[in-house]
């Protein structure tokens, strides 16, 4: 078990329950699939999970370490081992670092030897070729700006600089919301590859069931902060699912 | 034909932007026009209704019934636009004006087409908004009050409104999430049954084009590659482009891409 | 097709504006030997049997009311005028640019305090601010330097600030703090760029102003004090004789002209180095 949220409650200062009672898990090496309309709170789940946002009450282990109320230097290590991807590549680039300079961030904090496996370089340009490599960009790419980029290759190098430190966990929020058809299937397909090859877990958040059912394994439903259903991708058309999952599933 | 765009070019000053395209768009049918931004399906939707700007030069026909809609003047084309033609746009913040009242932008546009009489409008804007299910007193607030559904909606309404032969709808749910989206497009399709109106639909979404189009054509760089049935197309695509958008659009069941079970057609 | 008529546009304006560039270069040189390598004036000797010369090769621009060498004093003048400006504008974005940086990325209690006294200085016109400060402290250019360093750390802060606010929001410095890039780091290698380009282009616009107003401030006499050579102290210094010969008012008035002239050339020039979206095509 990678991920294991117990009954997280987060709220805003004058409004509602954002998180009610949340409770799920991940699996080594699995995709588990986030649906839900746009407020539904999957968003603000994703953010508490990776400790972008601190959470009312409930725990949350990583690797079964508690992380809810680790001080930021502890929490430092665990971060490098849980990343995420957002919507919008290009606000995720900074556009005045070239692709290189945004790759090696994440391996330029560490002090000392990075423990990776996957990835074995001789030098930070040997490094940069294999991570883009792995999301099949040219080496070339290593010296170009975002803005010479398409908006899928953007992606994709957001996707190399996640898993350039070789996490367990990656969080997807909404990864191909601003692609564009040909690319964002092309982007899953690459994600899922990855997954196997490096075996990473994700949690993988869209409101498009299609684009998540293809992805992942089993299936979390959010509806107004709350968990109304989780089940195993071959369940979906069972007649025990919730209303809700129901109606989501009729509009496929 | 209600719509028949024929041989349509537009040009800038350095680049033919929209290459000879032909569509014929049948009365009452819900007609898709499919491709990825930038493929120019909403510059002909704009030369429908001479909304492009005037750098941009329009050559061939483009006829509603036998009216040639190019070669109208101003004041002609602005008397087809919102009675004949209408439009529901993508961003529906922007279709209306932040400061007037919902019931404002009904009373004007009434006013503009000619209707006059304080109680007829009252009755038609009413009708109008029970026809999509909302409630009268949404005709006090603003349009930052509504939700993107709402407002979309109220587009809905507003473009219904005096019964037109054909309702342009440009990517109209992109802006909203899923099931909004889906809520709109059943309502839109339960209008269209209603009043058996025309619909020229834009979208990159395959959802969209299985659950409601008649028929559709394909978009790519200015140009329509492939146009027909939408049973043709989604399950015997013919170009390549369009079987790589096909493919790319997941499916949740094991079905045809057009939404048939395999089992019917076996 | 339209991509590329937009370029050759921007090639013949870069290509006038080189040579434009490099004309005013060229002429700078030949004119600086020809006054220090060849003439060889001091520019306080004072020579009353030659006062109000006109043009010759001894004196290509004459000489003023006490027969000193007019190019001679443009030239030294140079030094004084520029040379204050820049020390006015480096202390401007010295404290500008890092109250700036510190508000934006820290927000909190530093932006409040930092951007209040902004605000304060902010009320007052740029020269009421000044002609009160060298009230208050006397003339001198010192002081005309503190007072302008004063009003215009401001607007650098301002402005930079402004950037960060947006950048920081953005997710790419999520990911940098996720990441566990330190702030110092997040600062200097994210923050730092999108600043440094249009802090820049700000500055060399500003040059103008300040030497306008450094040379405004001498002109009323809160400035520089005779009778050191700079070009708006000349302006004063010449303003009697503007009737009988009005040309030893229009040489210091013109070297103001060109040297804004050619700082907001150089603001361009600047603006284009720093737009990383300019090199390169896709």
Known sequence: MIVDVQHVTKSYQGSKNILRDVSFTVEKGECLGLVGESGCGKSTLAKCLLRMEPIDSGSIQFNGQAIESLSERKLRPIRRKMQIVFQNPTASLNPKLKIKDSLLDPIEQLKGEADLNYFQFTSKKDYIRQLLEVVELPASMADRYPHQLSGGQRQRVTIARAISMEPELIVLDEPTASLDVISQGVVLELLDDLRRKLNLSYLFISHDLAAVHQMSQRIMVMKDGEVTDLFDKEDIFSDQRHAYTKELISIF | ?266 | MKAMTINIDQRKKTKWKKVIAITAIILVIVSLLYTFAYLRHDSNHVDMGNRLAGMSLEHPLGTDHLGRDMLTRIWIGAQYTIGYSALALLASLLIGVPIGLLSGYFKGMIDRVFMRSADAFLAFPDTIVAIVLAGLLGPGIGNLILAITLIKWVNYARLVRSTVLAESQKEYIWIAKMNGLSPRKIVSKHLFPHVIGSVLVMASLDFGKVILLISAFSYIGLGVQPPMPEWGAMLNELRPYFNSMPQLMLYPGLAIVIVVLLTNLLGDYLRDYFDVKKEGKV
């Open chain 2, 1 to 266: 034909m209600i719509l028949s765009i024929k041989d349509v070019t537009i040009k800038n000053k350095d680049n033919t932007i929209i290459d000879n395209v032909s569509l014929s768009i049948r009365e009452g049918e819900w007609f898709a026009l499919v491709g990825q931004s930038g493929s120019g399906k909403s510059m002909i939707t704009q030369a429908i209704g001479q909304l492009l700007p005037s750098s941009l030069k329009v050559e061939g026909n483009i006829y509603l019934r036998d009216t040639d809609l190019l070669s109208l003047d101003k004041k002609e084309i602005r008397q087809v636009r919102g009675k004949r033609i209408t439009y529901i746009f993508q961003n529906y913040l922007g279709s209306f004006t932040p400061f007037h009242t919902i019931e404002h932008h009904f009373k004007e546009y009434m006013r503009v087409q000619g209707l006059n009489d304080t109680k007829l409008q009252n009755e038609r804007m009413i009708e109008s908004l029970e026809s999509v299910a909302l409630s009268q007193h949404l005709l006090k607030r603003f349009p930052s009050q509504l939700s993107g559904g709402q407002l979309q909606r109220v587009s809905i309404a507003l473009a219904l409104l005096f019964s037109p032969d054909i309702v342009i709808a440009d990517e109209m749910t992109t802006a909203l999430d899923s099931v909004s989206g889906y809520k709109i497009l059943e309502l839109l399709k339960q209008r269209q049954k209603e009043t058996n109106c025309t619909i020229l639909f834009i979208t990159h979404d395959w959802r969209h084009v299985r659950k409601y189009a008649d028929r559709l054509a394909v978009m790519k760089d200015g140009q329509i590659i492939e146009s027909g049935g939408k049973h043709r197309i989604l399950d015997h695509p013919q170009h390549s482009y369009t079987k790589q958008l096909i493919k790319a659009a997941p499916l949740l069941r094991k079905q045809l891409p057009s939404g048939l079970d395999q089992e019917e057609i076996l």
